[in-house]
T-cell receptor, first 113, second 113 residues
């Protein structure tokens, strides 16, 4: 079955540690996205990538980093510089950019204490 | 500025009753329009989309939406809700100036037995 996988489902870290969230897709999509979701705030775009080896900052990129070395994979690192990292993180992909439909993974809930 | 407004943060509907969730947008032309649904702790699932053509769009799970250009709206409807429809619903339009989707803040649907 084609789809997007995110692992792990739940992640716990101590403050000051970097943590990497995994996102893999087998839909052969060119574009991939990372969103952050907090209660009552909808989805906020962290980073997106429209092609391998290229990515752009979204609205809230500070304290996050990404890489896109393979078409299938778009890992997100939450660094210690992110002031409030506890949130639900969603990865998505689409055939291309241009605001066309995105397909989402199941999400990773990160808790930092 | 381009934006999406979902005026209702919460809506409570009795099981079996009809449903309408509102979505209004501000956009220079006719955007691509989407409705997504999110069950608690899960990713988002695409319910339906409008790109062009017939302004009444049928989606999955018995949902439909109507694009009204004159009102800049894309309201989601269902004739008879089921308890399993309890979830959060997001409206999105695109593309923005960075070729990304613009997201509404979401409407949480509560079903009364």
């Amino acid at each position: 079955d084609g789809g997007i996988t995110q692992s792990p489902k739940y992640l716990f870290r101590k403050e000051g540690q970097n943590v990497t969230l995994s996102c893999e897709q087998n839909l052969n999509h060119d574009a991939m996205y990372w969103y952050r979701q907090d209660p009552g705030q909808g989805l906020r775009l962290i980073y997106y990538s429209q092609i391998v080896n290229d990515f752009q900052k979204g609205d809230i990129a500070e304290g996050y980093s990404v890489s896109r070395e393979k078409k299938e994979s778009f890992p997100l690192t939450v660094t210690s510089a992110q002031k409030n990292p506890t949130a639900f993180y969603l990865c998505a992909s689409s055939m291309g950019g241009g605001g066309i439909e995105q397909y989402f993974g199941p999400g990773t809930r990160l808790t930092v204490t | 500025a381009q934006s999406v407004t979902q005026p209702d943060i919460h809506i409570t509907v009795s099981e079996g009753a009809s449903l309408e969730l509102r979505c209004n947008y501000s956009y220079g032309a006719t955007p691509y329009l989407f409705w997504y649904v999110q069950s608690p702790g899960q990713g988002l699932q695409l319910l339906l989309k409008y790109f062009s053509g017939d302004t009444l769009v049928q989606g999955i799970k018995g949902f439909e939406a109507e694009f009204k250009r004159s009102q800049s709206s894309f309201n989601l409807r269902k004739p008879s809700v089921h308890w399993s429809d309890a979830a959060e619903y997001f409206c999105a339009v695109g593309p923005d100036s960075n070729y990304q989707l613009i997201w509404g803040a979401g409407t949480k649907l509560i079903i009364k037995p």
